[in-house]
């Protein structure tokens, strides 16, 4: 059973996690802003588990349930099929770092270091966030 209305509210919480990331960064918080980076890209990606029927599960590693539901749905494979390959390495990569920023007085990273990989990852972010939320927005599901 699709759930469009939970896919929606994900999408409207991936772009409040992503306009966290924006201001974090603007005041120099990079560590919260590549923690919110991950967390834009994984909500986004869930909604298109949520909009598919597939109900997400409360972890973070997700990246092959989403790669096999866009797969399967022809219209989501239609509009992400090129890109997903691309989101899930994206995401992947936040994981990682997720973990890192969210501890980086532990793990001898630097507020430098985590404004190199903001930069490196949120444009590609942003563009998760656009294309999950044009996917599930404007379809007609039968």
């Not at 005041?27 to 298109?48: P, W």
């Not at 029927?53 to 989501?76: F, Q």
């Not at 969210?102 to 490196?120: P, W």
């Amino acid at each position: 059973m699709e759930d469009k209305g939970i896919a929606r509210d994900a999408i409207e919480s991936a772009k409040r996690w992503l306009s966290s990331s924006v201001a974090n960064a603007s005041a120099g918080n990079y560590d919260l802003a590549v923690y919110s980076l991950e967390m834009s890209a994984e909500i986004a990606l869930k909604a298109l588990l949520f909009f598919t029927g597939v109900d997400a599960p409360k972890t973070h590693s997700i990246g092959d349930m989403v790669m096999r539901a866009v797969k399967e749905d022809a219209t989501l494979s239609k509009k992400l099929g090129k890109d997903i390959d691309e989101f899930v390495h994206t995401l992947n990569s936040l994981s990682t770092l997720r973990s890192i920023s969210g501890y980086i007085f532990e793990t001898r990273s630097t507020l430098e270091d985590m404004r190199v990989k903001y930069e490196r990852f949120s444009k590609e972010t942003a563009k998760i966030v656009e294309m999950c939320d044009s996917a599930i927005r404007p379809m007609k599901r039968r």
